[in-house]
T-cell receptor
Framework: DAGITQSPRHKVTETGTPVTLRCHQTENHRYMYWYRQDPGHGLRLIHYSYGVKDTDKGEVSDGYSVSRSKTEDFLLTLESATSSQTSVYFC???????????????FGEGSRLTVL | TQLLEQSPQFLSIQEGENLTVYCNSSSVFSSLQWYRQEPGEGPVLLVTVVTGGEVKKLKRLTFQFGDARKDSSLHITAAQPGDTGLYLCAGAQGNFNKFYFGSGTKLNVKP
């Protein structure tokens, strides 16, 4: 199994409070991603990182910010959580493309966030 | 609106039947991947297709990438209960680094 750890695995919070989810990898992979998964929507890309301090927005980035100060850690922050952000959040890592072939994504076990 | 649309969204079949799952987009992708996800776990890669028209076989699973690299299909022959799970297609854009997923197909194979 790829060395990816997400924390916390479960969290219940109230609307308006800040929340930070952490993704830690031991694989030294360059690329890291945050996705959210909701019924009927598959996985939707929130933000991704292609190196330390290098990040880019995904499909559903509004209301989320990220930071990557070290290769191994990628943080997802909800500055002021809303009920619409209740979801399961997955972190993924990838080596990146090799010989024009897209790299494989390795996923963490997910973090279930409930915003009341 | 997601870049990739999958159909059907749900599929419940008997063991031994064949099935096809479709993944469609109006965008062109550098490559298309298929993942399988079981409850409580993250998705796991099944296959990557890169060339338009490419067909790849993985035991009872056959994957095809459309000629225009906008769509893909997954065909399972003689489905087994162990095939039960959520199947997701994913397209890579932006120099292969950005992965967008489809809405998913939840497959249930009954014994």
């Amino acid at each position: 199994d790829a060395g990816i750890t997400q924390s916390p695995r479960h969290k219940v919070t109230e609307t308006g409070t800040p929340v930070t989810l952490r993704c830690h990898q031991t694989e030294n992979h360059r690329y890291m991603y945050w996705y959210r998964q909701d019924p009927g929507h598959g996985l939707r890309l929130i933000h991704y990182s292609y190196g330390v301090k290098d990040t880019d927005k995904g499909e559903v980035s509004d209301g989320y910010s990220v930071s990557r100060s070290k290769t191994e850690d990628f943080l997802l922050t909800l500055e002021s959580a809303t009920s619409s952000q209740t979801s399961v959040y997955f972190c993924a890592i990838s080596t990146g493309p090799r010989e024009r072939l897209a790299g494989e994504l390795f996923f963490g076990e997910g973090s279930r966030l409930t915003v009341l | 609106t997601q870049l990739l649309e999958q159909s059907p969204q749900f599929l419940s079949i008997q063991e031994g039947e064949n099935l096809t799952v479709y993944c469609n987009s109006s965008s062109v992708f550098s490559s298309l991947q298929w993942y399988r996800q079981e409850p409580g776990e993250g998705p796991v890669l099944l296959v990557t297709v890169v060339t338009g028209g490419e067909v790849k076989k993985l035991k009872r699973l056959t994957f095809q990438f459309g000629d225009a690299r906008k769509d893909s299909s997954l065909h399972i022959t003689a489905a087994q209960p162990g095939d039960t799970g959520l199947y997701l297609c994913a397209g890579a854009q932006g120099n292969f680094n950005k992965f967008y997923f489809g809405s998913g197909t939840k497959l249930n194979v009954k014994p």
